[in-house]
């Protein structure tokens, strides 16, 4: 009995590593598709990519209304996440909502899309682009995508969550040298 215990936990074991190691290697996939040395197919910019939005309010720092076609959309923004600051309360929240009011609300923006389409409370998740960049490069990024411009002024941190990683690499970088510069919340 204790034999065929030991035969089970083993496998058992084995099967979880097996789902970890997986697990793992989709993690190091996604969060190296952002390359500008190897990987050039985001470097191509076609007005496909890019859907044309309307920002009609702001919910909080990382979550805008956006209409489009007619419709409202709530748009959760990629790869980052600010504080709080709608029924709960978080250090450096309110600065953040007020800047993304004040730097989206009523403004055209562009929607790119990475890999999922909503998160689990059927928000958009998308990069929101003040212009369409000409071509994607870091300069481009810091300069026209608004969630990396949060970062860079310190009103976000950085937040990953696979798959959903196409910039993870350049956003690691703006919140690092943000935190360095103790620029906003930092």
């Known amino acids: 009995m204790r034999k065929l215990k030991r035969k089970l936990y083993t496998v058992i074991i084995m099967i979880i590593l097996a789902f970890a190691l997986q697990y793992l290697n989709n993690i190091d996939y996604f ?13 191509e910019v076609t007005s496909n990519n890019f859907v044309k939005a309307y920002v009609s309010r702001v919910i909080d720092g990382d979550t805008i209304e956006v209409i489009m076609d007619s419709q409202k959309f709530k748009v959760r923004l990629i790869g980052i996440n600010c504080p709080e600051y709608t029924s709960k309360i978080e250090y450096f929240g309110k600065e953040s909502s007020e800047y993304t009011t004040i730097e989206l609300v009523n403004k055209n923006v562009y929607l790119e899309k990475d890999i999922s389409e909503t ?5 958009l998740l998308r990069y929101v682009w003040l212009e369409i960049p000409t071509d994607i490069s870091t300069n481009e990024i810091k300069d026209k995508m608004f969630n990396a411009i949060l970062l860079n002024n310190g009103y976000a941190m950085q937040s990953t969550y696979p798959p959903d990683v196409r910039y993870s690499n350049i956003f690691k970088d703006i919140s690092t040298n943000a935190r360095i510069n103790s620029r906003g919340l930092w």
Request: proline residues 0%; without cysteine; hydrophobic residues 5%.
């Open 119 to 123: 998160d689990k409370y059927g928000r």
């Open 31 to 43: 969060s190296n598709l952002y390359d500008e040395e190897t990987n050039n197919e985001y470097n």
